[in-house]
């Protein structure tokens, strides 16, 4: 059973830097695309970016494009999002998602219920 729990949340200054962590604790969870999304209370959730479970391919909204990356590394069970130039609006409760895919199945993009949701990290950012 793969549990993701999320770290590297925080307060933050406008134009800093954090590191999201999404760590499972099982090696299945290498089967899994993974992809971050994040909600603002009394907003819906909203898709940030996705990785393969292969890490060959990516996706990002758009506006995150150029400041966010996401990564994995399979030896440690997680997966990353690497937050550049963070602006006000990027506050929000970031939450981590899997889902599992076939070996053959090397898309990033997650569909729109992910199987597996991790409990949130707060990310803070102020002027």
Do not use: H
Not at 9 to 22: H, I, K, M
Not at 82 to 96: F, H, R
């Amino acid at each position: 059973q793969v549990q993701l729990v999320e770290s590297g949340g925080g307060l933050v200054q406008a134009g800093n830097s954090l590191r999201l962590s999404c760590g499972a604790s099982t090696r299945t969870f290498r089967s899994y695309a993974v992809g971050w999304f994040r909600q603002v209370p009394g907003q819906e959730r909203e898709f940030v970016a996705s990785i393969s479970w292969s890490g060959g391919s990516t996706e990002y909204a758009d506006f995150v494009k150029g400041r966010f990356t996401i990564s994995r590394d399979s030896a440690d069970n997680t997966v990353y999002l690497q937050m550049n130039s963070l602006k006000p609006e990027d506050t929000a409760i970031y939450y981590c998602a899997a889902t599992l895919r076939d070996p053959f199945d090397t898309r990033a993009t997650l569909p729109s219920r992910p199987e597996k949701w991790g409990q949130g990290t707060q990310v803070t950012v102020f002027l």
